[in-house]
């Protein structure tokens, strides 16, 4: 199979469904004069014309506009730079976009998708470092997805865009330029889906986003002390494929969520609930969550470091689930 | 006042006399809808919040009459109005105030959120600011689908200090979208004076930082506020870009049901009621240019009772809903289709 990055996998599958639908259009800051920070934007203003635009920082202005032509027969793409940036066009995504259809009575879809670069990256500090999905799964009415890969992204990109409902769509700016192996032509990754990323029979660890490729390292390392790890890479965080997410405890009867994410109110507390809700007389030790130190990401790389979750905790939360510490 | 000034050219003049009636009957319906929803409130018949529209009907009267249907608009927390002049049933928004199946909204939005998107009434809002960037966004819409629709956004004084305004207005006025801002500067946000809570003058005054026009007008006059209006649609429609329009009107009632008013007197409210109702303003404009007689004002009236009455009776008649049907509508799907997936 051919191996693209990431960002090619997101511009392809912006292309399709551009060529697709005429009502598709994207718009963000700086992703026509620059191609977007990660050149996921490359090539579409000579294809597309008016139906790819550069926006005046006005974030507000992006979010509420993309539901107004959702409402009104378009499909919208707004792109938000930093996905930091959700927090000034709250409102719009709270307030408007995930309650319009359900308080207006069903009369009306909202096919919009919001793409959002988030994560650690490249010590960019407390402002532009943050995955914010806790943000927003407290929120009923958002679909809310996080690619692993670029074959996943892509994916999940289309399916995203074909929606009938709104999407925010978290892509970790660590993955843009990292290759992968992905299908020619066109294909359709299922939102609500999470996919079994390396089988076992151990413990399962719940996980998504970046966080995925440093789960499989982490069971590569285990898996030579004789530990099987079983990954599961949700895709999908809203609604989160939990059938999948159960079967999986039920076998190995132990479970660690990992997210880059903060741990307090994130993500993780979601899935570890319903782990226990579910499969509680299949544990054999509490379900542990591996994410960030409660504190905002910090600039300087050795603090950046100490705050953010990495591999060393990935496998401190498996060996203590597996009664195996130290 | 230092505001731009100008002269709309009389359109209003150009209407049929049966037109010129539909725009009484316009305000009347809007009137005594609102009246009665008021009764109806204290009564306990209507749940929540509401927010009347009365002294205000000249607006979306006179802006309304220039709209087509496939136009769109965005409203307010005191929405009712323009959802009538856009051409909503009463039958189904008194439904809906009353948190019935067959309201606009099956019962699950009430009075801040009526919409009929059959209408293009995209919805009232109980976010104060909250639809200039949706009627942006219905603007992008027509500029992507090279239709010569236009979207108006209703908005009050209190809003035009959110800074949605300020990214709304901004980014219509560069790519020079099909939206008009309509200002129903009715001088009160709430509680707070909008002379105090403003740095202009004028909210008009404001379309200079966007680089568009902007006009005031008596919006308690609707011959003024349809001329005005018919022009501005018409140079908005065929690409002139948009513009912002206020249109000074007052609050004859509280900010909402209920409101105890400690704000202003009620000598202040009476002088309005006495000197400046739109309706009986447009009555005594018609009645001295002989455009309309006792009788035809009296039958304006008995039609939009019985029209209010039969909603009414509509409301009272229809079913709730039931509760499960909570969990419905919120997503294009049925949850209950995906009981694997945690919502």
Request: charged share 25%; hydrophobic share 40%.
């Amino acid at each position: 199979m051919r191996t693209i990055t990431f960002s090619q996998a997101t511009l392809e599958a912006m292309q399709e469904e551009m060529r697709h639908d005429p009502t598709v259009f994207v718009y963000g800051e700086d992703i026509v004069r620059q191609g977007g920070i990660f050149g996921q934007f490359k090539g579409l203003p000579e294809e597309f014309g008016d139906r790819i635009r550069d926006v005046p920082i006005s974030e507000t202005a992006i979010i509420g506009a993309a539901l107004g032509a959702a409402l009104t027969g378009t499909r919208p793409v707004a792109d938000m730079h930093f996905a930091d940036f959700i927090s000034v066009a709250f409102d719009e995504i709270v307030n408007q976009i995930a309650k319009n259809r359900y308080m207006f009575g069903g009369q009306v879809n909202i096919p919009l998708v919001i793409r959002a670069p988030d994560g650690i990256s490249k010590q960019a500090a407390a402002q532009h470092s943050q995955s914010v999905e806790g943000w927003v799964q407290n929120v009923p009415g958002l679909i809310v997805v996080a690619p692993s890969s670029a074959a996943t992204a892509k994916g999940l990109l289309k399916s995203s865009i074909r929606q009938n409902d709104p999407v925010l769509f978290f892509e970790h700016k660590l993955l843009y330029p990292q290759k992968g192996p992905v299908p020619e032509g066109e294909y359709l990754t299922p939102l609500g889906k999470a996919e079994v990323r390396k089988p076992g029979k151990d413990v399962t660890i719940v996980t998504y986003s970046i966080m995925v490729q440093k789960s499989e390292e982490v069971a590569v390392e285990l898996e030579r002390e004789g530990i099987s790890v079983e990954i599961i890479d949700l895709l999908t965080l809203k609604p989160f494929d939990a059938k999948t997410v159960i079967e999986s405890v039920k076998k190995t009867h132990r479970c660690v969520v990992v997210h880059e994410g903060v741990v307090t109110g994130g993500f993780g507390a979601e899935i570890a609930s319903r782990v226990q809700e579910e499969a509680f007389h299949y544990l054999d030790a509490p379900v542990l969550r591996v994410g960030a130190k409660n504190f905002p990401i910090p600039f300087s790389p050795i603090l950046e470091n100490y705050v953010a979750a990495n591999q060393e905790d990935i496998k401190c939360a498996i060996r203590k689930v597996l009664h195996r510490e130290g | 006042m230092p505001f731009q000034k100008r002269e709309f050219p009389n359109r209003f003049a150009e209407l049929s006399r049966e037109d010129q009636h539909g725009l009484l009957k316009t305000m009347v319906r809007i009137r005594t809808f609102e009246s009665r929803v008021e009764e109806l409130f204290l009564n306990r018949k209507v749940p929540g919040f509401v927010h009347l529209y009365i002294g205000e009907e000249a607006i979306a009267t006179g802006v309304m009459a220039n709209l087509r249907k496939s136009d769109w608009i965005t409203s307010t927390h005191r929405g009712h109005g323009h959802a009538i002049a856009k051409g909503a049933q009463t039958d189904r928004m008194m439904a809906e105030l009353y948190g019935k199946k067959t309201g606009y909204c099956k019962g699950k939005g009430g009075s801040m959120h009526i919409a009929d998107f059959t209408i293009g009434m995209l919805g009232a809002n109980g976010v104060v600011g909250g639809g200039f960037n949706i009627a942006v966004g219905a603007g992008i819409s027509a500029m992507i689908k090279k239709t010569d629709q236009v979207a108006v956004s209703f908005f009050g004084d209190g809003a035009s200090n959110r800074g949605t305004f300020h990214e709304a207005l901004n980014l219509a006025s560069i790519w020079k979208l099909p939206v008009i801002f309509i200002n129903e500067n009715n001088q009160f946000a709430s509680t707070t004076p909008t002379s105090y809570a403003t740095s202009v003058a004028r909210i008009s005054d404001r379309a200079k930082g966007y680089g568009m026009e902007g006009y005031t007008i008596d919006g308690n006059n609707v011959v003024e506020v349809y001329n005005a209006a018919a022009e501005l649609i018409r140079g908005t429609r065929k690409g002139d870009g948009p513009v912002l329009l206020e249109c000074i009107t007052y609050r004859i009632k509280g900010h909402y049901v209920g409101d105890p008013e400690r704000y202003r007197s009620k000598k202040e409210v009476q002088k309005q009621v006495i000197e400046n109702d739109p309706i009986t303003r447009f009555i005594d404009y018609l009645k001295e240019r002989k455009l309309i007689d006792d009788k035809e004002v009296e039958k304006i009236r008995r039609e939009a009772s019985s029209e209010i009455a039969a909603s009414e009776k509509f409301a009272e008649d229809s079913p709730y809903p039931e509760p499960e049907e909570a969990c419905n509508d919120l997503f294009s799907f049925s949850p209950s289709e995906f009981p694997e997936v945690a919502l």
